[in-house]
């Protein structure tokens, strides 16, 4: 089982420094504290485990140090900033796993773009040596690049020359989407083992600048503070301790404080309840503060996060993923109340920040999403954007014979009107009407409102209300079908049907970037036993197929 | 070998029929006539030879008929429009086939939607009968269907549950972003065998209408009326028919009045020139109609297409396309002029989109295009289309010795402006400098000029400009190197670097859908020998994976 839980202390390949606004993330792998044993993680060439700290470290920064305005990425070994991802790892993988592995460190690297736009804590990265591949890529994460120049090292994406495979954790698409370098020299580029430094890499747009080692920590500083200086995070407050989760784990689930999973193998499902607020949520800024982890949307986005690394990394059998809530609709709008009252405060803006980015992790992640509605349950605001993100819901249509329970209602609020926006960079109401401006402005008119079935049915929010007399085996057998078709052409077919409407790097990143990546991993040039993969390193060629497809 | 010239009085499986401003395109598969042994097409299923009777009636729709406004696509085939691709014969075909199948399949659909929205022809989709997976992906690329109200008839991507694979030409993207379904609703229909029918099918927006058999021929008649009154076409032209090419077929290529092909089997590459016109261009809109098929640009767009067709198809080992051109840049820069200026006719239009279109399917094609810009050579105005294209390209700077040629140079005309976007919606110049219109704007200035190599190359426009002393074994390593390469990781890197920029409804279909297509098309799910695709019709039940990746 892989565990998604650090803390800096026990971390094996990073070294987090921080000085005032300044944070200095050093990369300093250790190449026999590999996830799995089979490989040694040379030149700072990492594994899962590498990624789950630096995740780690990410989310620390922007929670336990307000102070920080600039992250420096950096590694703490000598001529080499990270190889990126580790080959032999990479070959010892399955499918799955190097799948799910790539997602992850994609996310992580969204999220440091995120932090740097919305957090206004930017990364720059100091490449004090080469930057290959993932390393690279990393370093394309970051808002400004600067390489040393000592006549050595170079940024490159060898990937396509040595090893028959795609920098596929968002370097083609960051070179010519984000870095608008040409299309013609990203080729010219792509192909280079050696890669590109000094002056060509500058005009090239690859790197922002080259710095001889003389000046290489001067101007590394000086970037820093200049970038430090625009931010608006406050240098007087006191940052929130991201404490261990309360967390149960069993054969059958896991029990969070606010969230439980619970696991039907022989269904190959997961049910996931999200509680609302048990009592009325603090309402004032210190009050928040003070609350810190306990503050219930943070507590939420927290143990949500927590719970898909784990179903997506350690249970790739349970295809689909059952959502409920229970609770009080007044409590979780009053939550949302406190959000939006405080948008400007540093605190609830990463509170904010963090629940769009767990969302965004459950719209890619590749299982079905299933949202059952029923008395009882609280799907108000941000607990409303499960049933957006569902590939289906079901709503019973009144009430339960021998329930005095009342009918289940949605309510909308604010939070369903902007912060918590999809990759694509729409709101999942605005991808759900696309180009549908009235139908959005009809739910938006009902803020605040309890909309019972026909209503929700009527405004378009749900996918089905059967009444109690159909409601069992009609919520019954949309999940077992589902558990009998082939995971593959369903995730394709979400993969497809989630994201209607404009595409942004994110989203070219996991679809159009990730989809081809999938698919050469898959192929016998990559990872059959004369593929490239499978040939790095032993002086044998890899013998390809030359058909092109 | 595959031949992709066909004619209406040779085709098997369409009858082509044409009443006034309206044409009807019936199909009618004869099960017994398929492109390979093997299979039988059963209920208007389809293979490539039905496809390529399709593009040849939708190309000679708006050559040969102007005075055609309104393309009415139904069956001649009682209770069944068309059953979707074959499943036997997407059975029994390679990796490769099943995917260039679909990639030609896209570009006629693609084809349809920009005859509707751009040759103010318009396509309809009169179903009067079953429409299953791509039967039903075929309609959806029309701009209104109306499905016959029979009791029976329904539209349906049944694709996931049946087969494990994806409503992959176009389908899954068309029902979200064109018709802008709802996501959840899509996922409903999309795991639904029997499909969708009546008033929900129209309250979804699966089809615009459905209409009783005692209505029907009347309703659509009246329908199609109403498309053709919206046309500019004119009712009074003469068309040009499209008489078969001059083409001479050798074991070492291909031999047509301006384009030819030389096959370099060993070094796995085709050499492509394509010829300026060698006399002065009509200029006259009267003679331009005269000259018909021979007029150059209407000349040089149907065999570079038959040409990209018979390569793709029936030389998937020829990884590399050297693209080179000769002639006189003052006759090229002439035949961009008479196309700019009449642009307004209808012949004139339709040859602009059919170059549009050609170059659309060299930037959706899987080879390396390297382009080689020598003395002698014509990269001028539409020509220079080809170094835009290009994933690399060679400039001479210079001459060589003991060759009185001049210097090559390239010229731009307004044709790099405007008129051959790619699928994106961007020029080639404006995908090539992302969001920087100073750098567009600077070749605009040059608009006339001849631009040499040291120019070129200060604008952007080429990519690499040895002289005469490096050009031979630049040149040479760079195409020998490709060779090298695995075809698979080109392919993949060559689809995420050539479009930067916006996404599109054609651009999603190319990349996202297409690249989860060709995964699912290589996961043991769907075409192991326990697959879904193998063991369909034998009453075994796949055997699934079911670890979700």
Redesign the interface.
């Known amino acids: 089982m892989i565990d998604f839980a650090t803390t800096p202390s026990d971390y094996k390949h990073w070294k987090l420094e921080i000085n005032g606004p300044i944070a200095t993330l050093k990369m300093d792998v250790d190449e026999d504290a590999g996830l799995n044993p089979g490989y040694t993680l040379k030149l700072n060439s990492y594994d899962l485990g590498v990624d789950i700290e630096l995740y780690d470290a990410t989310q620390r920064l922007r929670f336990e140090h307000p102070e920080v305005r600039c992250v420096v990425i950096t590694s703490d070994k000598d001529k080499v900033f990270c190889a990126g991802a580790n080959i032999s790892m990479l070959g010892l993988s399955s499918?799955?796993e190097k799948?799910?592995f790539c997602k992850f460190t994609n996310e992580t690297r969204n999220g440091i773009e995120d932090a740097t736009a919305n957090s206004k804590q930017t990364y720059i990265c100091a490449l004090n040596g080469v930057a290959a591949g993932g390393g690279y890529e990393l370093a394309l994460a970051a808002e400004h690049i600067t390489l040393i120049d000592d006549g050595s090292s170079a940024v490159s994406l060898p990937?396509?020359?040595l090893?028959?495979?795609?920098p596929?954790t968002g370097g083609?698409?960051r070179?010519?989407?984000k870095r608008?370098v040409?299309?013609?020299?990203?080729?010219?580029f792509?192909?280079l083992t050696e890669g590109i430094k000094g002056k060509r890499a500058v005009e090239w747009n690859l790197i922002d600048e080259t710095v001889p080692r003389s000046k290489f920590k001067d101007t590394i500083a000086a970037t820093a503070t200049e970038f430090a200086d625009q931010s608006d995070r406050p240098d007087d407050a006191k940052g929130i301790a991201l404490i261990p989760l309360n967390k149960v784990t069993s054969g059958d689930g896991i029990a969070y404080d606010h969230v439980t999973v619970s696991i039907d193998r022989t269904g190959?499902l997961a049910r996931i309840n999200v509680a609302a607020p048990s009592e009325a949520p603090v309402q004032e800024l210190e009050d928040i503060h003070a609350a810190g982890v306990s503050f219930w949307p943070l507590a939420l986005a927290r143990e949500l996060d927590d719970a898909i690394l784990h179903l997506r990394t350690n249970e790739?059998?349970?295809?689909t993923w059952v959502i409920t809530t229970t609770g009080d609709a007044d409590l979780a709008s009053a939550a949302d109340t406190a959000l939006l009252a405080h948008q400007e405060d540093w605190l609830v803006r990463e509170i904010t920040l963090y629940l769009k980015r767990v969302f965004k992790r459950l719209d890619v992640s590749?299982?079905s999403i299933i949202t059952v509605i029923e008395p009882g349950s609280c799907f108000t605001g941000t607990l409303m954007e499960f049933v957006l993100c569902?590939?289906?819901?079901y709503m019973l249509d009144g009430t339960f014979e021998g329930d005095n329970q009342p009918e289940a209602t949605l309510r909308p609020t604010e939070m369903n009107f902007g912060p918590l926006p999809m990759c694509n960079g729409l709101t999942r109401l605005e991808?759900?009407?696309?180009?549908?401006k009235d139908a959005v402005g009809a739910v938006r008119g009902e803020i605040g409102n309890d909309l019972d079935a026909q209503a929700a049915d009527g405004l378009?929010l749900?996918?089905?209300i059967p009444d109690d007399i159909d409601w069992e085996d009609e919520v019954r057998i949309a999940i077992e079908?589902?558990?009998s078709?082939?995971?593959?052409?369903?995730?394709?077919?979400?993969?497809?049907?989630?994201?209607?409407?404009?595409?942004t790097l994110e989203?070219?990143i996991f679809?159009?970037?990730s989809?081809?990546?999938?698919?050469?991993f898959?192929?016998p040039?990559?990872v059959g036993d004369d593929g490239?993969l499978k040939r790095f390193g032993t002086g044998v060629k890899?013998d390809?197929?030359?058909?092109?497809?």
């Open positions: 499918h799955a799948v799910n990937e396509v020359p090893l028959a495979v795609l596929g083609l698409t070179v010519v989407d608008q040409r299309h013609d020299r990203a080729d010219f792509c192909t190959r790739p059998e349970l295809g590749s299982r569902a590939d289906r819901s991808t759900r009407f696309l180009n549908d378009g749900v996918t089905f079908e589902r558990a078709f082939s995971p593959d052409a369903l995730t394709g077919m979400e993969a497809n049907l989630r994201f209607a409407g404009p595409e989203t070219k679809a159009r970037l989809a081809w990546q999938n698919w050469i898959q192929r040039n990559a490239a890899p390809f197929d030359n058909k092109r497809v």
